[in-house]
């Protein structure tokens, strides 16, 4: 498991669309996967992203990184651990992995979100945003 303030798991899996002509997942799904997987991350601490937009802040991802170890096949169970390895000032970061169903590590990535108001502008997460990221898992 990665080392971070705090992860959360999740299992997918992979559907026959998100393979390509050789039966193996495409590459770019993963990114994907780690969107639904930092998106579940924030539901379950709390923090939906809709609330944030609706507040006037959005989190726009300004650096995203795949490494890829072993292919996925369709119908494979992956899991993908999302850590939230900074939330602070102005900067979210999150790690992630993702493992198939025989414990098989396929891709680990990162991405780097910075923090916009309303016009834009780059701001720091908000108070009430900062306490919710804080909150160790249950």
Known sequence: MLEGIQTHVFTLRVRYAETDAQGVVHHANYLTWFEEG???F???QGCFYSDM???GFFVVVVQATVDYRAPSFYEDH???ATTLQKGKGRVME?????TNQDGVLVAEGKTLHLVLDANRKLVSIP???QQILQKKNL
């Open 38 to 40: 930092r998106s579940d």
């Open 78 to 80: 992956i899991t993908i």
């Open 94 to 98: 999150f790690s992630y992995q993702a």
């Open 42 to 44: 924030l539901r379950q």
């Open 127 to 129: 108070d009430k945003y």
């Open 53 to 55: 937009e609706r507040d």
